[in-house]
């Protein structure tokens, strides 16, 4: 089930919301949520949501075994039980054939590949359940002693097949202890509504050019030969694609956000205007910050190569950022490249580069971040290769393709507001309304834009309901990782 | 107090801060309230009114609710398939549709000479593509007809996006003539125009001369193949996105056999291209430009002809074709045309007997058919559609017996041969199950037309002429 459906929406997300609201105490309310969740998943997963159940048993005993044995070697035990069976069941369902397939190339031998159907999600939960034991083991967190409400946090539907990864101690005291007021309600219904804008105006349309000039391969569909786009066409298409990538994702967790505070619970935030970052370590920092987080957190931190190695460290963090995107090189390459220029940035130091001149760290970052998002976006080495070669101008000598051409010309003509709109939007300009009418205005100029905000998503509601009858399949891009 | 300016923790504020608490809760209640409604009402509507089952402007019909089985619910096909049930069978769908592409049109800036490309590349002359290597196998199905087949039903299953897909995923041998559509805003009214891709014509040059040597001189074949209408009306500057379709034709007719007559109508379309020879909506040309060609065949073949003003003009109003589905731009859907067909003055001395593709199960009706919902379906008008045979006998005693051997564009030629021909047989090449080489000596037909649009001659659908003769 994908948030920007209708059947989603107003069949699944309107029954859960009377069943909730109708409930009294916060223990049924809860039963609620886990019912709704597992149904949520089993919808997309009727037999994996066994897997979903077997590692929040597996985490959740784990982990009070770790608080039953705290500072003994069997502590470290069970939590290396824990995450090496996290972590197993991450490598078979995602990367097995990705495996198989590289010793096969590497050794030349034909060992059959198998086509193992990842299973939604899987990424998040376990990724969630991994923090949740390291937690534990540390002590900063204690353990959860009921298995439902263990079960609860992990499956949680709003967040549960694309993120954000949601710590438990974030919403440790609210599994037990909260109330949605009608602000929560107000306020998470208007974010939920500005995440389904964005995916279903802002990034279904985006990918729409996308597809016109890169192939339909969201929706398994093969790359299309771009050999002969023009130098200008490629830069073009892949800006959009940046974009897109933001909106879908940004508009994921401002949905699974939105919807967690209607049902009174508090997130993190997942994405800070992302793009207006001057350095691409600022980027990481305002992009996916869950999972940089937890990388920085549950990898960075932990010496795994030896205090002395920490640029080793370092590249095992980007590098397990790429491969967690996907069991693609691509990905492995997209996660290094931000490693090498991180690293760069490091060894330059903050300092310097905060003299830098303004506009050329934004030039900077911003060429990095695009040229970043088209390996993110080719998982077809020919197709990268010939991303590169038109990207560099080298494609005009080689394939004798344009400086600029008349289609992708037309395109940004007929979508010239609508990337304006969205480069706007990817900026903190909504912020900056909001805190006038909140914050800046008097009592009048507050009820003026809270009563035309709540009518802006309305109307935005109602558009984006009538553009999903047109898209019967736009699966959000992260449910792939 | 309530506008001055109060200070709170070291910070200026314009309003009073316990009053804004209760505005705040106000505010929040009816914020909620609103979205509440609304949410609540777009619930209701979707649950309460009649469900779609037909999309008019997608030609297809809507999603169905699945079966259960266990087998299905544990491969995820049957959750999947009640959503999507849900999900496209919205009530009143194609109005939303609509809704939702008016909106998406505030996307972009509008100028007057507007062009909308929707899935058309251009043609890299420095590197292009392989063209029609592949004889097509005689093993074709009847369901792998190309695009041009799948336009032509009223209701086919597939969605234009999935026809889309489906070409995409072609390998490079198979290469399609196909280039995507651009629609232009051309004085005042929207025109959508396919493209063609290229294409050598091997495989009908081929067809067509093995047609000549098993029927020798006994039969007269003819060639006339329908230009695009992008030949004609497509924008200077987007040359780059067609190929020129007349140069195409004259080295097919240059490759055919001495015996076979090619049919120039390009030449002569070109010399009416102020008046309406195709439609703006549809990707079929129209019957006045049908008109022109047969004109121009007649003159070829030496047969009687009638001057239009002699058949009775039919207006259908209000006609938006194919073209809206294929591109989803509503300025087509917001700018109809009419559909101008004409009925021969003999029409009421001839019979016209419909068979089915094995011509066999006879039945006699009308050649000119009403056709439901004509605003969307006129182009049926013409028998009715393409998978039959159709038999005409006229009045006219000559000797002389046609068979058309077409795709949907030769569904307008045979009525302007009525008064030329003692019999005309309209076969449809993607639609035949006979030897076409025994069919044409057993019926004792004269001469043999091979009419269709370029799509056809250079793509996939020539491959069936081969068939025929073979089968």
């Not at chain 1, 923090?131 to 967190?141: G, L, N, Q, R």
Request: proline fraction near 3%; charge should be neutral; include cysteine.
């Amino acid at each position: 089930m994908v948030f920007s459906s209708l059947y989603f929406l107003y069949l699944f997300l309107a029954v859960v919301f009377l069943a909730y609201y109708t409930r009294k105490s916060l223990k049924q309310k809860n039963i609620v949520l886990i019912v709704a969740s597992l149904i949520f998943y089993a919808w997309g997963e009727p037999v994996w949501v066994i897997l979903l159940l077997f590692s929040a048993y597996l985490n959740w005993f784990m982990a009070l075994k770790i608080a039953q044995h705290k500072e003994t070697p069997k502590a470290q035990l069970f939590a290396g039980i824990a995450i090496g069976v996290d972590i197993l069941l991450l490598v078979i369902f995602k990367y097995t054939g990705f495996l198989v397939e590289n010793i096969n190339g590497l050794l030349h031998i034909g060992i059959p590949v198998p086509h193992i159907v990842m299973p939604i999600g899987i990424s998040f939960f376990t990724f969630q359940a991994i923090s949740y034991i390291m937690d534990c083991y540390w002590e900063t967190v204690p353990p959860q002693k009921h298995f439902y409400k263990f079960l609860l946090y992990l499956s949680l539907f709003p967040q549960l097949v694309a993120g954000p990864i949601v710590r438990y101690s974030v919403i440790e005291q609210e599994i037990d202890n909260r109330k949605a007021t009608v602000s929560d309600i107000s306020e998470g219904a208007v974010r939920a509504i500005i995440g389904l804008s964005k995916k279903v105006i802002i990034a279904n349309s985006l990918y729409d050019i996308v597809k016109e000039y890169f192939g339909d391969f969201l929706n398994g569909q093969p790359y299309n030969d771009i050999s002969s786009m023009s130098f200008l066409g490629t830069w073009f298409v892949v800006i959009c694609y940046s974009l897109y990538v933001y909106f879908d994702f940004s508009g994921y967790s401002d949905i699974a956000i939105g919807l967690g505070r209607m049902f009174g619970f508090h997130f993190n935030e997942n994405f800070n205007y992302p793009f207006i970052c001057k350095t691409i370590s600022e980027f990481w920092q305002r992009w996916h910050i869950s999972l940089s987080s937890f990388f920085r957190d549950y990898l960075f931190y932990v010496p795994i190569m030896g205090k002395q190695r920490k640029y080793l460290n370092l590249f095992l963090v980007w590098f397990c950022t790429g491969l967690w995107h996907g069991a693609s090189w691509n990905f492995i390459f997209w996660g290094l490249y931000f490693g090498i220029f991180i690293f760069i940035e490091t060894k330059l130091g903050k300092k310097r580069m905060k003299k830098w001149n303004k506009v050329l760290t934004h030039i900077y970052s911003k060429l990095i971040i695009v040229i970043g998002f088209g390996i993110f976006c080719f998982s077809d080495m020919k197709q990268l290769g010939n991303f590169f070669i038109n990207i560099t101008g080298l494609g005009m000598a080689i394939n004798g393709s344009a400086f600029w051409d008349i289609a992708t010309w037309n395109t940004l003509l007929n979508n010239l507001f609508l990337i304006i709109f969205a480069i706007a939007v990817s900026m903190p300009i909504l912020q900056k309304i909001k805190y006038f009418f909140n914050e800046w205005g008097n009592n009048v100029v507050y009820m003026v834009g809270k009563l035309g905000g709540t009518a802006i998503c309305c109307y935005l509601l109602i558009m984006s309901s009538i553009l999903l009858v047109d898209s019967t399949n736009n699966p959000f891009l992260y449910f792939r990782f | 107090m309530e506008n001055k300016p109060t200070q709170n923790q070291g910070k200026l504020y314009r309003f009073n801060r316990v009053k804004r608490k209760h505005i705040e809760k106000l505010a929040g209640a009816l914020s909620v309230l609103i979205l509440l409604v609304v949410f609540g009402l777009i619930s209701l509507f979707l649950i309460v009114f009649p469900r779609s089952t037909e999309s008019q402007i997608e030609k297809r019909k809507l999603a169905t609710f699945p079966k259960f089985s266990f087998s299905s619910y544990f491969s995820g096909e049957f959750t999947k398939n009640v959503a999507e049930f849900y999900d496209d069978t919205v009530p009143f769908r194609d109005s939303f549709k609509t809704a939702g592409y008016n909106f998406k049109s505030i996307f972009g800036l509008h100028t007057a000479d507007e062009v909308k490309i929707v899935g058309a590349k251009e043609i890299n002359k420095n590197n292009p593509k392989p063209v029609e290597t592949s004889k097509p196998s005689a093993e074709s199905k009847p369901s792998e007809t190309s695009k041009e087949t799948s336009k032509q039903e009223s209701a086919v299953s597939q969605t234009p996006q999935e026809s889309k897909a489906e070409t995409s995923q072609m390998g490079e041998a198979d290469y399609t003539v196909e280039n995507g559509i651009i629609v232009v805003n051309h004085n005042g009214h929207y025109r959508a125009l396919e493209l063609l891709g290229g294409g050598t014509g091997d495989t009908y040059v081929e067809a067509l001369n093995n047609f000549h040597r098993d029927l020798g001189d006994s039969v007269q074949i003819y060639s006339m193949i329908a230009p695009l209408a992008s030949e004609y009306y497509l924008p200077n500057n987007y040359s780059g996105f067609s190929i020129n379709q007349k140069e195409c034709f004259d080295s097919i007719a240059s490759r055919l056999d001495d015996g076979i007559v090619s049919i120039d109508i390009d030449t002569v379309l070109a010399q009416h291209t102020a008046e309406d020879i195709y439609f703006r909506t549809d990707h079929h040309w129209t019957p006045l430009g049908a008109y022109y060609a047969a004109q121009k065949f007649a003159q070829v073949a030496n047969l009687d002809f009638k001057e239009l003003s002699t058949y009775q003009k039919n207006d259908i109003e209000g006609f938006v074709g194919t073209m809206y589905a294929f591109t989803e731009d509503p300025h087509i859907n917001n700018d109809p045309e009419t559909f101008t067909y004409y009925v021969p003055s003999n029409m009421d001395k001839c019979t016209t007997e419909h068979y089915d593709t094995a011509f066999t199960n006879m039945s006699e009706w009308d050649f000119f058919v009403d056709v439901g919902d004509p605003q969307h379906n006129a182009y049926l008008t013409f028998m009715g559609g393409d998978e039959q045979v159709v038999r005409v006998k006229t009045n006219v005693k000559n000797g002389r017996k046609l068979a058309i051997v077409k795709d949907s564009y030769g569904n307008a030629i045979p009525g302007y041969l009525f008064g030329s021909y003692e019999e005309i047989y309209v076969i449809d090449m993607r639609y035949f199950d006979l030897n076409l080489v025994n069919f044409v000596k057993e019926q004792k037909i004269t001469d043999l037309l091979f009419t269709m649009v370029a799509y056809s001659a250079l793509g996939e659908n020539a491959g069936k002429l081969d068939v025929l003769r073979t089968q």
